[in-house]
């Protein structure tokens, strides 16, 4: 049941591309911090920083493909479920189901994989699977309520673009850690 309507521009749009957009713009954030936490707190000297930033242009397509599976297996059918729990139960339409089936979809996900890892001969201590729901739940909530904020613009004729989601949560992220290294490195070369 995925809404899709024309941009003013003809093309189409749809909570799927936004969500694309959205984990996207997630993904860039987990990089930037990462990269920011390694220029912070130096360990053995490498070069994999040139590297990626020749490997960028290639990595970019596989990303596009991961945030389009995690859209299609964890957000969208958060979303779903969220629009079926809040017609069931009252709130329809509410932005807090988003963040309580986001809850239970990624609980299903890591027991899913945790199973499959223990077929494997793979199990691990409990505490690793809760930080693995965290994290997927903390990957789910804002791609969803984006998402939901696609369809309720859509229904009401003004689409969210996902380019403007893609392009401005980007910039908001490399002006954040730009900013965040250069307050870093201006700490360390004070305090030494």
Do not use: K, N
């Not at 990595?59 to 991961?66: D, E, H, K, N, R």
């Not at 957000?75 to 479920?81: F, K, Q, S």
């Not at 309520?145 to 309720?152: M, T, Y």
């Amino acid at each position: 049941m995925q809404t899709v309507t024309a941009d003013t521009d003809g093309r189409p749009s749809s909570g799927l591309t936004v969500t694309v957009s959205a984990l996207m713009v997630e993904m860039a954030f987990a990089a930037a911090a990462l990269w920011s936490w390694g220029v912070t707190h130096p360990g053995p000297e490498d070069e994999s920083g040139a590297l990626a930033v020749v490997a960028l242009p290639f990595l970019l397509p596989v990303a596009a493909g991961v945030a389009l599976l995690l859209a299609l297996t964890l957000v969208l059918p958060t979303v779903a479920l969220a629009r079926r729990a809040g017609g069931w139960w009252g709130g329809a339409g509410a932005w807090w189901w988003i963040p309580a089936m986001a809850s239970g979809v990624s609980a299903a996900g890591v027991t899913v994989v945790g199973v499959g890892a223990g077929f494997r001969g793979g199990v691990t201590a409990p505490g690793v699977y809760l930080w693995w729901w965290l994290a997927v739940t903390a990957l789910i909530v804002p791609a969803g309520l984006l998402s939901r904020l696609a369809r309720r613009r859509a229904g009401q004729g003004r689409p969210v673009r996902a380019r403007t989601v893609l392009f401005g949560g980007c910039a908001g992220v490399v002006a954040f850690f730009m900013t965040l290294l250069t307050v870093a490195l201006g700490v360390e070369s004070v305090l030494g």
